[in-house]
């Protein structure tokens, strides 16, 4: 809407008429804040306007569209569909925006989605399969259910009953179960009591990032519910997908702010980070490794958390009452940095584009699943940087960051490792 | 399929299928508006199409040909770098060709001769950090760090920083345009030998093909590449700091300084500028309008106007600012040299120094054109004048009272009188006149503002940049020229006689007013009932 009620409901796509109307095509959303450009490479930070190069793919020509659609101008159509998926909802182009601009950028992809699948045309097939394998399995991979904590190293036993409940989430439970197992080690090497959920789902992420609104609001409900059955008052989690659907995305789906959900949502490094600041954990064996740090979107631009907003629109486009922008600034940025560099042996060197400029993985969002030539070629893209600057390694916060660029490694016959920074915590206590 | 498709095939078989679209959704994404530069005005609603199809193009040769396909099957279209400027850059007739050029990025940079090579697709801030990153810099224009520099070197292309650093067409060097009709022009050096560093070569010099003091928003051909001049800089790094919204560069202020000064009266304003140039010192200076700071320190649309709304008349009239670059290029000592005289000027005449940020967020590397949007969300420039700095004051003092009557649907702003500065060290004045307004608001009254003032050019006979494409040609043609407007015509018939080049500029604000009912009562000079077209 222009003018009058307006709120950050996602679910209706005409809360962001005036976003999508505003877009003055400055494509900050695209190119890395012109403060930190590093010059002819590297210069961007949009994985979709970087590969598929059509205007239409960044987010000014996806708020023209957007706006197109709103306004019954515009069919759906094949391309259309492949503009609004193949793309990572990554946030960069939100970060960009609010720059100078403020307008709700990410919000406007979510709702479009959502639109998209209301109106019966999305998601994408190969997501429908993932949401199927989530409602029936409850996991994104469709394992059996039963599997699930199969991960769990013998030797741990989490508590019946704890402050902390570590939420393992599919990929670390079915697929990289060295994340989940190095998570409880170091929760057991720092003392720290730790439950699971009895009965674990998975987070409803992909569900939601596809537009798939009504059934990701029921999973929310329901795994919600299920965590404040147990007690918990901290939720911990070691994939930062999962630590933005719980901090952000199910906040905003029940309309409730972050700090209604009645427990703390919070990411491994986060925990961590606050261990060694307390000198309650030591890392005392040497790691040594030249590496690079990706910022993980959902961790670090994406991660601010939600306060449900709504209220009127009026002359000039003011909002009352105030909107506290979610810019990105308050991500999780530091703490891994200072975990990492905490480690002894450990050489921290930068990427070139870092913090709220950082290049998505691509595996995020449904990407991966609907899009994989695409995600392949974001990871890529990535893993170039990661050459650039000469690291060794690469290390992420997230399992499907991890998995994404150990593909693309795979792929590309490179020498780069690839960890998950659980994994050289665990090195750096136990060696 | 908006164009046919044997010249579809055609340009597939050019650039191959992965760069070419005339799928609806890609074409829509091509919208000008309703958000931008100028957008949301008539001139955007009525004279813009979205694109027939789009065409990206790798090198000069796919340029060249799809240029000459264009031409065989009288396809129009129009040369698209970042699409920044608004309509203007925007397909204005049904089933275009847009030629987005963002996939020729080249670059080469010679750091023992201080110029670099570009594409279409380079844009500024990529220029500015590798050039920096070598000891040299540029102007980034107003228009922004996100612009294509070619696109505004060939447009228009200051900044503060002209002040030392000059106007853009004496960087032009060697380049390479390829004419409406296809054929490949080597401009400079380039025409002789495989070498860009001089900008003039065998004559005539064909660069007032590219532009005046403004250009000609690709109705004269598609530039390819561009070697662009670029000039020496002090060592140290501008170093960037902080998270997004609040980066700034870190000036090394030993080499780099912005001084703010409070001056007395816009007069002492005038005179800091003559008395600057006259001691050959400083690297930019220029006159903050007062609601620039207002965007400076707000962190909000809502707390803008918040601080705007305080604002009145008075304060307005009283506020002169005055904003000094120091750059120390040669050493410390000229720091130290160049501050103690503008200290010593300042003192003379009045101004006292104010407690300046040691940082740059605005000109160096980020010129933040965007932000201009955040009041509002409508901006344009209706003027922009490079004349001497008598001229540029009241040219802006002129414009504030005819803004008066076209306020609103303008943006309540107390009449300001605009933003001038100083450029080539003294021996031009530069005036630019910001208007904003509420897109959501009836805008004819900005569409009336915008061409009025090129009455107020006649009738004052202010100097003024926007002429060709940007007014109706036979409005200020015969005032300014007599016949300029017959040259421009004559010039666009000889080298685009299909009149495929992105039609029908430079006539377009002439028809945009035959079109529009609101304007037609403005309509009080003559132009043929058919145009001439080449």
Same mark, same amino acid.
């Given at each position: 809407?222009?003018?009058?009620?307006?709120?950050?409901?996602?679910?209706?796509?005409?809360?962001?008429?005036?976003?999508?109307?505003?877009?003055?095509?400055?494509?900050?959303?695209?190119?890395?804040?012109?403060?930190?450009?590093?010059?002819?490479?590297?210069?961007?930070?949009?994985?979709?306007?970087?590969?598929?190069?059509?205007?239409?793919?960044?987010?000014?020509?996806?708020?023209?569209?957007?706006?197109?659609?709103?306004?019954?101008?515009?069919?759906?159509?094949?391309?259309?569909?492949?503009?609004?998926?193949?793309?990572?909802?990554?946030?960069?182009?939100?970060?960009?925006?609010?720059?100078?601009?403020?307008?709700?950028?990410?919000?406007?992809?979510?709702?479009?989605?959502?639109?998209?699948?209301?109106?019966?045309?999305?998601?994408?097939?190969?997501?429908?399969?993932?949401?199927?394998?989530?409602?029936?399995?409850?996991?994104?991979?469709?394992?059996?259910?039963?599997?699930?904590?199969?991960?769990?190293?013998? /030797?741990?036993?989490?508590?019946?009953?704890?402050?902390?409940?570590?939420?393992?989430?599919?990929?670390?439970?079915?697929?990289?179960?060295?994340?989940?197992?190095?998570?409880?080690?170091?929760?057991?090497?720092?003392?720290?009591?730790?439950?699971?959920?009895?009965?674990?789902?998975?987070?409803?992420?992909?569900?939601?990032?596809?537009?798939?609104?009504?059934?990701?609001?029921?999973?929310?409900?329901?795994?919600?519910?299920?965590?404040?059955?147990? /007690?918990?008052?901290?939720?911990?989690?070691?994939?930062?997908?999962?630590?933005?659907?719980?901090?952000?995305?199910?906040?905003?789906?029940?309309?409730?702010?972050?700090?209604?959900?009645?427990?703390?949502?919070?990411?491994?490094?986060?925990?961590?980070?606050?261990?060694?600041?307390?000198?309650?954990?030591?890392?005392?064996?040497?790691?040594?490794?030249?590496?690079?740090?990706?910022?993980?979107?959902?961790?670090?631009?994406?991660?601010?958390?939600?306060?449900?907003?709504?209220?009127?629109?009026?002359?000039?486009?003011?909002?009352?009452?105030?909107?506290?922008?979610?810019? /990105?600034?308050?991500?999780?940025?530091?703490?891994?940095?200072?975990?990492?560099?905490?480690?002894?042996?450990?050489?921290?060197?930068?990427?070139?584009?870092?913090?709220?400029?950082?290049?998505?993985?691509?595996?995020?969002?449904?990407?991966?699943?609907?899009?994989?030539?695409?995600?392949?070629?974001?990871?890529?893209?990535?893993?170039?940087?990661?050459?650039?600057?000469?690291?060794?390694?690469?290390?992420?916060?997230?399992?499907?960051?991890?998995?994404?660029?150990?593909?693309?490694?795979?792929?590309?016959?490179?020498?780069?490792?690839?960890?998950?920074?659980?994994?050289?915590?665990?090195?750096?206590?136990?060696? | 399929?908006?164009?046919?498709?044997?010249?579809?095939?055609?340009?597939?078989?050019?650039?191959? *299928?992965?760069?070419?679209?005339?799928?609806?959704?890609?074409?829509?994404?091509?919208?000008?508006?309703?958000?931008?530069?100028?957008?949301?005005?008539?001139?955007?609603?009525?004279?813009?199409?979205?694109?027939?199809?789009?065409?990206?193009?790798?090198?000069?040769?796919?340029?060249?040909?799809?240029?000459?396909? @264009?031409?065989?099957?009288?396809?129009?279209?129009?040369?698209?770098?970042?699409?920044?400027?608004?309509?203007?850059?925007?397909?204005?007739?049904?089933?275009?060709?847009?030629?987005?050029?963002?996939?020729?990025?080249?670059?080469?940079?010679?750091?023992?001769?201080?110029?670099?090579?570009?594409?279409?697709?380079?844009?500024?801030?990529?220029?500015?950090?590798?050039?920096?990153?070598?000891? !040299?810099?540029?102007?980034?224009?107003?228009?922004?760090?996100?612009?294509?520099?070619?696109?505004?070197?060939?447009?228009?292309?200051? #900044?503060?920083?002209?002040?030392?650093?000059?106007?853009?067409?004496?960087?032009?060097?060697?380049?390479?345009?390829?004419?409406?009709?296809?054929?490949?022009?080597?401009?400079?050096?380039?025409?002789?030998?495989?070498?860009?560093?001089?900008?003039?070569?065998?004559?005539?010099?064909?660069?007032?093909?590219?532009?005046?003091?403004?250009?000609?928003?690709?109705?004269?051909?598609?530039?390819?590449?561009?070697?662009?001049?670029?000039?020496?800089?002090?060592?140290?790094?501008?170093?960037?700091?902080?998270?997004?919204?609040?980066?700034?560069?870190?000036?090394?202020?030993?080499?780099?300084?912005?001084?703010?000064?409070?001056?007395?009266?816009?007069?002492?304003?005038?005179?800091?500028?003559?008395?600057?140039?006259?001691?050959?010192?400083?690297?930019?200076?220029?006159?903050?309008?007062?609601?620039?700071?207002?965007? =400076?320190?707000?962190?909000?649309?809502?707390?803008?106007?918040?601080?705007?709304?305080?604002?009145?008349?008075?304060?307005? #009239?009283?506020?002169?600012?005055?904003?000094?670059?120091?750059? *120390?290029?040669? #050493?410390?000592?000229?720091?130290?040299?160049?501050?103690?005289?503008?200290?010593?000027?300042?003192?003379?005449?009045?101004?006292?120094?104010?407690?300046?940020?040691?940082?740059?967020?605005?000109?160096?590397?980020?010129?933040?054109?965007?932000? !201009?949007?955040?009041?509002?969300?409508?901006?344009?420039?209706?003027?922009?004048?490079?004349?001497?700095?008598?001229?540029?004051?009241?040219?802006?003092?002129?414009? =504030?009272?005819?803004?008066?009557?076209?306020?609103?649907?303008? !943006?309540?702003?107390?009449?300001?009188?605009?933003?001038?500065?100083?450029?080539?060290?003294?021996?031009?004045?530069?005036?630019?006149?910001?208007?904003?307004?509420?897109?959501?608001?009836?805008?004819?009254?900005?569409?009336?503002?915008?061409?009025?003032?090129?009455?107020?050019?006649?009738?004052?006979?202010?100097?003024? #940049?926007?002429?060709?494409?940007?007014?109706?040609?036979?409005?200020?043609?015969?005032?300014?020229?007599?016949?300029?407007?017959?040259?421009?015509?004559?010039?666009?018939?000889?080298?685009?006689?299909?009149?495929? @080049?992105?039609?029908?500029?430079?006539?377009?604000?002439?028809?945009?007013?035959?079109?529009?009912?609101?304007?037609?009562?403005?309509?009080?000079?003559?132009?043929?009932?058919?145009?001439?077209?080449?």
């Amino acid at each position: 809407m222009l003018k009058g009620k307006v709120s950050l409901d996602v679910t209706q796509l005409d809360n962001f008429e005036y976003d999508m109307s505003k877009c003055v095509k400055c494509k900050g959303c695209t190119w890395v804040d012109h403060i930190y450009m590093p010059g002819v490479t590297f210069s961007t930070r949009c994985p979709s306007a970087t590969k598929y190069l059509f205007d239409s793919y960044g987010a000014y020509g996806k708020m023209r569209i957007g706006l197109a659609m709103l306004e019954g101008r515009l069919d759906y159509s094949d391309e259309l569909l492949k503009i609004l998926y193949a793309c990572t909802l990554c946030g960069a182009c939100d970060v960009g925006c609010k720059r100078n601009l403020d307008l709700e950028i990410e919000l406007t992809l979510e709702a479009l989605r959502i639109k998209a699948v209301k109106d019966g045309k999305g998601p994408m097939p190969q997501h429908k399969k993932v949401a199927q394998n989530i409602l029936t399995k409850y996991n994104r991979f469709g394992s059996p259910h039963q599997n699930r904590n199969k991960w769990l190293p013998s /030797g741990i036993k989490p508590a019946d009953k704890a402050e902390v409940l570590y939420f393992v989430g599919c990929s670390a439970a079915y697929t990289n179960p060295e994340i989940a197992q190095a998570t409880v080690k170091i929760l057991n090497a720092a003392g720290t009591p730790f439950m699971l959920m009895p009965d674990e789902w998975c987070c409803g992420n992909i569900l939601y990032s596809v537009g798939m609104a009504d059934e990701a609001r029921e999973l929310a409900k329901r795994n919600i519910e299920a965590v404040k059955k147990t /007690g918990a008052k901290t939720l911990l989690l070691s994939c930062a997908e999962g630590y933005r659907m719980w901090k952000v995305d199910y906040p905003k789906l029940l309309n409730i702010s972050t700090e209604d959900l009645g427990f703390k949502v919070v990411h491994l490094v986060e925990f961590v980070d606050e261990l060694i600041k307390k000198g309650s954990l030591k890392f005392t064996k040497p790691v040594n490794l030249c590496l690079t740090y990706h910022d993980s979107c959902s961790l670090s631009r994406l991660s601010e958390p939600w306060t449900p907003w709504q209220g009127e629109r009026g002359e000039w486009g003011m909002v009352s009452p105030t909107l506290e922008r979610r810019r /990105g600034t308050n991500g999780v940025y530091q703490p891994p940095r200072d975990i990492l560099k905490a480690i002894p042996g450990v050489e921290l060197i930068e990427m070139i584009r870092i913090r709220e400029n950082a290049f998505c993985c691509g595996a995020g969002r449904g990407t991966k699943k609907a899009f994989p030539d695409f995600a392949s070629w974001a990871a890529k893209h990535r893993l170039e940087e990661v050459k650039a600057i000469g690291a060794e390694a690469v290390v992420a916060t997230c399992p499907w960051c991890k998995e994404n660029f150990a593909q693309a490694v795979k792929q590309n016959g490179d020498k780069l490792k690839v960890f998950d920074i659980s994994e050289l915590i665990l090195a750096a206590i136990s060696g | 399929m908006a164009i046919s498709k044997e010249a579809y095939k055609g340009l597939e078989v050019i650039v191959g *299928a992965e760069y070419i679209s005339a799928n609806p959704a890609v074409c829509e994404g091509y919208r000008a508006g309703p958000g931008g530069y100028e957008c949301g005005l008539g001139y955007e609603r009525v004279m813009t199409k979205i694109p027939g199809c789009v065409i990206m193009p790798r090198t000069t040769e796919e340029v060249q040909k799809i240029v000459q396909l @264009c031409n065989r099957y009288k396809v129009p279209f129009v040369p698209y770098s970042t699409g920044w400027y608004g309509p203007r850059s925007h397909c204005h007739v049904s089933d275009e060709l847009l030629v987005d050029l963002k996939r020729m990025n080249d670059f080469e940079i010679d750091e023992e001769h201080l110029y670099a090579v570009v594409g279409p697709g380079i844009i500024y801030s990529q220029l500015q950090e590798e050039a920096m990153r070598r000891g !040299m810099y540029i102007v980034i224009g107003g228009g922004g760090s996100q612009v294509s520099a070619i696109a505004n070197m060939i447009g228009d292309g200051w #900044s503060p920083l002209s002040y030392r650093v000059g106007l853009p067409h004496r960087r032009i060097l060697g380049t390479e345009l390829v004419l409406p009709d296809g054929e490949l022009v080597l401009m400079g050096s380039l025409a002789t030998q495989d070498d860009p560093f001089w900008g003039e070569g065998l004559g005539p010099d064909l660069r007032g093909l590219l532009r005046g003091f403004t250009g000609l928003r690709g109705c004269l051909g598609i530039v390819t590449k561009m070697a662009i001049k670029l000039l020496p800089f002090q060592p140290e790094r501008l170093e960037p700091t902080g998270i997004s919204p609040h980066t700034t560069l870190e000036l090394p202020v030993n080499r780099v300084k912005w001084i703010n000064f409070t001056m007395p009266s816009k007069d002492a304003m005038r005179q800091a500028m003559y008395e600057m140039a006259k001691a050959e010192i400083g690297g930019g200076v220029t006159k903050v309008p007062i609601f620039w700071r207002a965007i =400076a320190k707000a962190s909000c649309k809502e707390e803008y106007w918040e601080l705007w709304s305080k604002e009145s008349e008075e304060t307005i #009239s009283s506020f002169h600012l005055l904003r000094v670059l120091l750059i *120390a290029f040669t #050493s410390e000592e000229q720091m130290e040299y160049e501050e103690q005289v503008l200290t010593d000027i300042i003192t003379e005449i009045g101004g006292e120094a104010r407690r300046t940020r040691p940082s740059d967020e605005s000109w160096f590397k980020n010129a933040d054109s965007a932000g !201009m949007w955040l009041m509002c969300g409508g901006y344009v420039s209706v003027d922009y004048v490079i004349e001497t700095i008598e001229h540029a004051i009241p040219h802006g003092e002129n414009y =504030a009272k005819l803004k008066r009557n076209f306020t609103p649907p303008l !943006m309540p702003d107390y009449g300001d009188p605009g933003w001038f500065q100083s450029f080539e060290l003294g021996h031009q004045g530069y005036s630019e006149f910001l208007v904003y307004w509420n897109p959501d608001e009836d805008t004819d009254g900005v569409d009336h503002f915008y061409l009025e003032t090129s009455k107020e050019n006649i009738r004052k006979r202010f100097y003024t #940049s926007l002429l060709g494409p940007h007014q109706p040609l036979y409005l200020t043609g015969p005032a300014y020229g007599p016949n300029y407007h017959e040259w421009l015509l004559k010039v666009k018939g000889e080298f685009d006689p299909k009149f495929v @080049c992105h039609p029908p500029v430079p006539l377009a604000h002439d028809e945009f007013v035959e079109r529009a009912e609101w304007m037609k009562p403005m309509k009080d000079w003559e132009s043929p009932e058919i145009k001439p077209s080449p």
